[in-house]
Nanobody, 124 residues
Framework: QVQLVESGGGLVQAGGSLNVSCATS????????MGWFRQAPGLERQFVAA???????YFADSVKGRFTISRDNAKNTVYLQMYGLKAEDTAVYYC??????????????????WGQGTQVTVSS
């Protein structure tokens, strides 16, 4: 059974930094692209960042230059490092895994596995 468990969310002031992690089990992690999406109240879930199984990274324009994504295949974990946080970054952040060897895409349809989410709140 595939499990994705996010951790590290919390409350941070605008301009601050926060790191969230996603630990996985039940899949051959190194074969899967990993992504982060977020959903603010009343809005659709949107793509934030992804890292392919080969290590290529992709970012939404809204976070480019402020967020980084990395993975540790030995720990089956993907990380999202967030810097220069803004109030509009407030959302529930979800981790997702692609099908094996798939290239990451920006829509939810490309991600069959999801975590439960972790809340990130940025106070202005």
């Amino acid at each position: 059974q595939v499990q994705l468990v996010e951790s590290g969310g919390g409350l941070v002031q605008a301009g601050g930094s926060l790191n969230v992690s996603c630990a996985t089990s039940g899949l051959t992690f190194r074969r899967h692209g990993m992504g982060w999406f977020r959903q603010a109240p009343g809005l659709e879930r949107q793509f934030v960042a992804a890292i392919s199984w080969t290590g290529s990274t992709y970012f939404a324009d809204s976070v480019k230059g402020r967020f980084t994504i990395s993975r540790d295949n030995a720990k089956n974990t993907v990380y999202l490092q967030m810097y220069g946080l803004k109030a509009e970054d407030t959302a529930v952040y979800y981790c997702a895994a692609s099908r094996p060897f798939d290239q990451p895409i920006h829509t939810m349809s490309g991600w069959p596995y999801w975590g439960q989410g972790t809340q990130v709140t940025v106070s202005s």
